[in-house]
């Protein structure tokens, strides 16, 4: 059977970021572009946690994920803090800066949100996020497997 899955959500995933970060451009937001919006968004659940929880939750690299909160330690978005109880572990929290941002990126977020499901059912949405929820537990070695 030829199959096709993952060049498509790689495709989508590639087209999704540039319409994300276009419609932060026609917003006027200039504070963070997408990939950015990701770790933004993963702190604004909830924040002062180490790198390693913050590359887990986006799923990018360690080295990847040091050099953008380099970026956004400089924007003012981030700001690193040894932590309580091991110095030698690093937290990642939000300034205020950041968390005032939240709004906007929620905004655009609906947006993206209403265009990947235009012509969409509830039920087609939500079987098709089912599906994407077992790929990806498939991929992370989940035990769902038969």
Known sequence: MDT?????????KRVGSRRFDRLLAESGIDAFNGAQGRILYVLWQ?????????????GLANTTLTSMLDRMEAAELVQRIPAKHD??????????????LQDDYQRISQAMNDLYYIGFSEDEIRQFEGYLYRILDNLEGG???E
């Open 4 to 12: 096709k899955g993952g060049f498509l959500i790689s495709r989508v």
């Open 46 to 58: 909830g924040d002062d946690i180490p790198i390693s929880a913050l590359s887990a939750q986006t």
């Open 87 to 100: 110095r030698r572990k690093v937290h990642i929290l939000l300034t205020d800066k950041a968390k005032a």
């Open 143 to 145: 035990t769902h497997h």
